[in-house]
């Protein structure tokens, strides 16, 4: 049952970078991201695995773990053994984040087929009735609790059809199953329906376009290990940052930053600019002036109200990303 229509997906907001004041970084302390090694990289990174059929997504990040020989892993949003597409992995302290990543906006590409023929214009019309607002009740196989739930989906766009065997594309909200959606559409049109294939093309800010297959990174490893090349590595993770493109972000002074690391809120005096749209309770990244990951916090103030307060909790801890020591103590 459609609802309505609400927001356009969390990666099309604009937001614009409110300064509030500027103060010149200390090239003493912290690392820009690009600027990592390696080893730092491997820390606080994020490969994005191209996910094939049959192995279960614990069992690819199992795998990854053990080909890098970390101590942990932890992937951004569970794929079904037969599901293929993006898989981000978080490495090491990024897997602080992971809770982010689940809940990010997702892209999937389905083929959906009808148990008796049917006219595309019936399965046009139909598709579009599922944008915007729906409930759903997880299938009989979900390993969450089957209760009725509202999801939102931000579009469906149809590709093409023989008849029975339907392909589209579904952007929507995180928790979203594709699966009881082809079978909700079956019901509607009358015939039945239920999915064939899917591949996940997008998870939060990530492409299918940025995944590498687990072969890729073997041979990546073995290039490292073998004749000391670390770039085609380097180019497989990507900075725990990447992973809030879509989160809004506050820059912070220096001195603030420690103080962030051993737990502290964030007070107004700390906060050098933010991004606009942010609202009360809001997840944020708290970022340095190397654009550093600091810590993920929730907001006590909007963009409004932190951008013209000299005083004052702009933001609580929700987890610290950054180990301590990284920047002076300063209070």
């Not at 992973?243 to 107004?268: F, H, T, Y």
Request: hydrophobic share 40%; aromatic share 6%.
């Amino acid at each position: 049952m459609k609802l309505m229509k609400t927001e356009r997906p969390g990666w099309e907001k604009d937001r614009k970078i409110l300064v509030k004041a500027i103060e010149a970084p200390d090239p003493r302390y912290g690392t820009s991201p690009e600027n990592r090694s390696l080893e730092q990289m491997i820390k606080f990174g994020i490969i994005i695995i191209d996910k094939q059929a049959g192995p279960t997504s614990h069992e690819i990040t199992a795998w990854v773990k053990k080909l890098l020989n970390l101590d942990r892993a932890g992937h951004g949003g569970t794929l079904d053994p037969n599901v293929t597409g993006v898989l981000p992995i978080c490495l090491e302290d990024s897997t602080k984040i992971v809770q982010a990543l689940l809940l990010s906006g997702k892209q999937y590409i389905t083929i959906m087929r009808t148990h008796k023929a049917v006219k595309e214009k019936t399965i046009k019309d139909t598709l579009t009735e599922f944008e915007g607002e729906i409930f759903q009740r997880p299938p009989v196989r979900a390993s969450v609790k089957r209760r009725l739930r509202k999801r939102y989906i931000y579009s469906i766009n149809y590709i093409e059809g023989d008849g029975r065997n339907w392909l589209f594309k579904v952007t929507s909200q995180s928790g979203t199953y594709i699966r009881k959606l082809c079978y909700d559409v079956g019901e509607v049109i009358g015939t039945g329906a239920h999915m064939q294939e899917l591949r996940r093309i997008r998870s939060g800010p990530f492409t299918e376009d940025e995944s590498v297959t687990l072969f890729d990174l073997a041979e990546a490893l073995d290039e490292r290990d073998s004749n000391g090349k670390i770039e085609p590595l380097r180019k497989m993770i990507r900075p725990v940052e990447h992973g809030l493109k879509l989160i809004p972000k506050v820059w912070i002074r220096d001195s603030a930053v420690e103080a962030i690391c051993n737990g502290a809120q964030l007070a107004a005096p700390g906060v050098l600019k933010l991004e606009s749209g942010i609202g009360h309770n809001d997840m944020l990244a708290i970022m340095t002036q190397k654009e550093e990951l600091v810590a993920l916090m929730q907001a006590v103030m909007t963009d409004a109200e932190a951008l013209h307060s000299d005083r004052g909790v702009v933001a609580k801890p929700i987890r610290v990303i950054m180990p301590r020591g990284t920047y002076p103590k300063m209070w």
